[in-house]
């Protein structure tokens, strides 16, 4: 169910208004992908707290001057897999690059030159979904 900023989980309640109306922004879009809500708050929360530590102050009045959510809103016609939902999340090193991939999904979800960025980028998403980030090392690979 999308969320406005006079109807929204309760768990928005006592945010600051610009966290909630991000918050809002980020499980809107995540509702239009498919998530149910009880996957979709959360991660919301996650991810609205991490971009308040890491916007720049012009990022955030930019935002904080951007129309409100609307429940309305379209935020594309991508869908999840929702089978891949609870999936591990796999690093691996193929053709010189390092790639970040759920677990029997079609194919990876980025691709990084250090395998650190691969795995930081493996442990947010893992994080989001609750799951857990399986490494490989150069010359292994997932089963396929």
Request: charged content about 40%.
């Amino acid at each position: 169910m999308p969320w406005d900023l006079n109807d929204y989980p309760s768990s928005f309640k006592n945010f600051d208004p610009l966290l909630k109306k991000k918050a809002i922004d980020i499980a809107n879009a995540l509702i239009s992908e498919g998530y149910p809500d009880d996957r979709a708050i959360p991660i919301a929360i996650s991810q609205s707290k991490k971009w308040l530590d890491e916007a720049t102050d012009s990022e955030k009045a930019a935002f904080k001057k951007a129309p409100a959510p609307k429940k309305s809103d379209r935020h594309g016609d991508k869908k999840i897999n929702q089978d891949l939902l609870d999936n591990d999340v796999l690093v691996y090193h193929k053709n010189e690059r390092w790639y970040v991939e759920t677990k029997n999904a079609e194919k990876p979800s980025d691709s990084f030159d250090t395998k650190e960025e691969a795995v930081k980028r493996a442990k947010e998403i893992a994080e989001n979904k609750e799951s857990k980030v399986i490494t490989y090392k150069k010359g292994e690979s997932p089963a396929r």
